[in-house]
């Protein structure tokens, strides 16, 4: 009977075990692909209110666990992790301590999920006193991200989707976002 029991305890803590990794690589997966920074939930001494980021960081996920950013320049590079709605990233380059991080070197958020963007609340490094968050928005390669105004794409979110992955910013496939627009209307002409 004991013996039954083991089994069935064991079983149970297996079962426990894949459902917590299978939320995590939930919220992996979640992530995967190119986010960029367009708002911030921040304060100046009153009440908190929302305001847009113009070109703000870029980071991209991949479903390896690793990361690429350009929020500095010292170290575009890192492995990331979440748990328990806590995002963790870690600069993987020599000598780079950066300037958001806790002792162990580790830079963490609280993360949210919305509908097709998610927020992060700082909780490691400098701290907002009066709290802030960041909203990332989703950046597709092939169908550029659309201003929140106009519903078209935007002339930044043309350049960055059309980079060959790995080339340093400025480089742009086509000759640039304004080929890239002349082509579109050219073959909706």
Same mark, same amino acid.
């Given at each position: 009977?004991?013996?039954?029991?083991?089994?069935?305890?064991?079983?149970?803590?297996?079962?426990?075990?894949?459902? %917590?990794? +299978?939320?995590?690589? /939930?919220?992996?997966? #979640?992530? *995967? &692909?190119?986010?960029?920074?367009?708002?911030?939930?921040?304060?100046?001494?009153?009440?908190?209110?929302?305001? %847009?980021? +113009?070109?703000?960081? /870029?980071?991209?996920? #991949?479903? *390896? &666990?690793?990361?690429?950013?350009?929020?500095?320049?010292?170290?575009?590079?890192?492995?990331?992790?979440?748990?328990?709605?806590?995002?963790?990233?870690?600069?993987?380059?020599?000598?780079?301590?950066?300037?958001?991080?806790?002792?162990?070197?580790?830079?963490?958020?609280?993360?949210?999920?919305?509908?097709?963007?998610?927020?992060?609340?700082?909780?490691?490094?400098?701290?907002?006193?009066?709290?802030?968050?960041?909203?990332?928005?989703?950046?597709?390669?092939?169908?550029?991200?659309?201003?929140?105004?106009?519903?078209?794409?935007?002339?930044?979110?043309?350049?960055?989707?059309?980079?060959?992955?790995?080339?340093?910013?400025?480089?742009?496939?086509?000759?640039?976002?304004?080929?890239?627009?002349?082509?579109?209307?050219?073959?909706?002409?």
């Amino acid at each position: 009977m004991n013996l039954k029991l083991s089994i069935i305890a064991l079983l149970f803590m297996f079962i426990g075990c894949d459902t %917590e990794n +299978e939320t995590q690589n /939930e919220s992996e997966a #979640l992530l *995967n &692909g190119n986010w960029q920074n367009t708002e911030a939930f921040i304060s100046s001494g009153g009440p908190q209110y929302w305001i %847009e980021i +113009e070109d703000g960081e /870029e980071i991209q996920f #991949l479903s *390896n &666990g690793t990361f690429s950013s350009n929020r500095y320049t010292e170290c575009t590079r890192g492995t990331f992790s979440i748990e328990d709605s806590t995002l963790t990233l870690k600069y993987v380059c020599p000598d780079f301590e950066p300037t958001a991080a806790n002792e162990d070197g580790l830079i963490t958020y609280s993360i949210a999920y919305e509908s097709k963007t998610f927020l992060l609340t700082p909780t490691s490094g400098p701290i907002c006193t009066e709290g802030c968050s960041y909203k990332y928005q989703k950046v597709n390669y092939l169908g550029a991200s659309l201003s929140a105004d106009k519903g078209r794409p935007t002339r930044h979110s043309l350049e960055t989707n059309f980079q060959f992955r790995g080339k340093p910013r400025g480089i742009k496939p086509f000759g640039g976002a304004n080929k890239i627009i002349k082509i579109i209307q050219s073959s909706k002409s």
